[in-house]
């Protein structure tokens, strides 16, 4: 079973970063993406970004390409997303998850697991 914990979000002004972690206990089955989705207020989660843990290939949503960078670490063991130059439009709850292949990385139902919600919020 795998479990992600994931941490880091906070109240930000615009222009501002943040940096999200994502720990992950993984068991005897292995997962070999993990991703983040977020949830602003009165929408649909979505997909911002996901990594491919084994070769590191990064797959970004349009809003957040050259402003948001997903990493691992090489433990293979914790994940982030920095991001950066923070508009009010990136303000909801992001949450961390994981799945085992590198395919329909947008829909929210091909991923198995996920860890609880951490608030970001980009406000004056």
């Known amino acids: 079973q795998v479990q992600l914990v994931g941490s880091g979000g906070g109240l930000v002004r615009p222009g501002d970063s943040l940096r999200l972690s994502c720990a992950a206990f993984?068991?005897?089955?292995?997962?070999?993406?993990m991703g983040w989705f977020r949830q602003a207020p009165g929408k649909e989660r979505e997909f911002v970004a996901a990594i491919d843990w084994y070769t590191g290939e990064a797959k970004y949503t349009d809003s957040v390409k050259g402003r948001f960078t997903i990493s691992r670490n090489d433990g293979g063991n914790a994940g982030y997303l920095q991001m950066s130059a923070l508009i009010p439009e990136d303000t909801a709850i992001y949450s961390c998850a994981a799945k085992p292949f590198w395919r329909n990385l947008d829909a929210p139902l091909e991923w198995p697991y996920w860890g609880q919600g951490t608030q970001v919020t980009v406000s004056l």
């Open positions: 993984r068991g005897p089955f292995s997962t070999r993406v």
